[in-house]
């Protein structure tokens, strides 16, 4: 049973220009969001969490939004970098089930010059 | 680098055999998660270890176990190993993993190979 979703496997975006990258989640529990970002062989890599208790958070060029009501989060990168290009898991946890997460599977950036 | 090492980077073996995975956490967390990512399941969640002591359990099958010793570094063991055991095993560890609401930080991962 896949509680967290990324729909989109892949998305290619123009350097300098926005990323938008989606996710879903079912289960209405979770609390903390996470994105993680991952090269080719390495391990996944902290990117930006978000609380539920809030519905933004932002680092850098790296923005998240949380919208309850819809169980959606998405995570913003601008401006997009060829660097950026990686493969990019949003994860979720909650208090009852403690220290697990739950990963979508993956969405592949591609940020093109 | 985020402070999590994990031994060996690679391993090949046979159907059958046995082998174990070694996860050294950041300085300072008490909390292991073992983690498996397979072509078609992406990551899944296999178990946790607080100070030495189980705490959760997920997807993990019987034939796998692990542990954590005092000096808090982890082992994973996997036997009896299937051909569908091949995948990427992850280590992640965190401060004390009680909330929910703590950043785990990930190794680079063991790639097991059974032919």
């Known amino acids: 049973d896949q509680q967290v979703k990324q729909n989109s496997p892949s998305l290619s975006v123009q350097e300098g220009r926005i990323s938008i990258l989606n996710c879903d989640y079912t289960?209405?529990?979770?609390?903390?969001f996470l994105w993680y970002k991952k090269y080719p062989a390495e391990g996944p890599t902290f990117l930006i969490s978000i609380s539920s208790i809030k519905d933004k958070n932002e680092d850098g060029r790296f923005t998240v939004f949380l919208n309850k009501s819809a169980k959606h989060l998405s995570l913003h990168i601008v401006p997009s970098q060829p660097g950026d290009s990686a493969v990019y898991f949003c994860a979720a946890s909650a208090a009852s089930t403690l220290g697990r997460l739950y990963f979508g599977r993956g969405t592949q950036l591609t940020v093109w010059p | 680098d985020s402070g999590v090492t994990q031994t060996p980077k690679h391993l090949i073996t046979a159907t059958g055999q046995r082998v174990t995975l070694r996860c050294s956490p950041r300085?300072?967390?008490?909390?292991v998660y073992w983690y498996q990512q397979s072509l078609d399941q992406g990551l899944q969640f296999l178990i946790q270890y607080y100070n030495g002591e189980e705490r959760a359990k997920g997807n993990i099958l019987e034939r796998f176990s692990a542990q954590q010793f005092p000096d808090l570094h982890s082992e994973l063991n996997l036997s009896s190993l299937e051909l569908g055991d091949s995948a990427l095993y992850f280590c992640a560890s965190s401060v004390d993993g009680a909330s929910g609401q703590e950043t785990q930080y990930f190794g680079p991962g063991t790639r097991l190979l059974v032919l």
């Open positions: 300085s300072g967390d008490l909390s």
């Open positions: 289960n209405s529990m979770f609390d903390y």
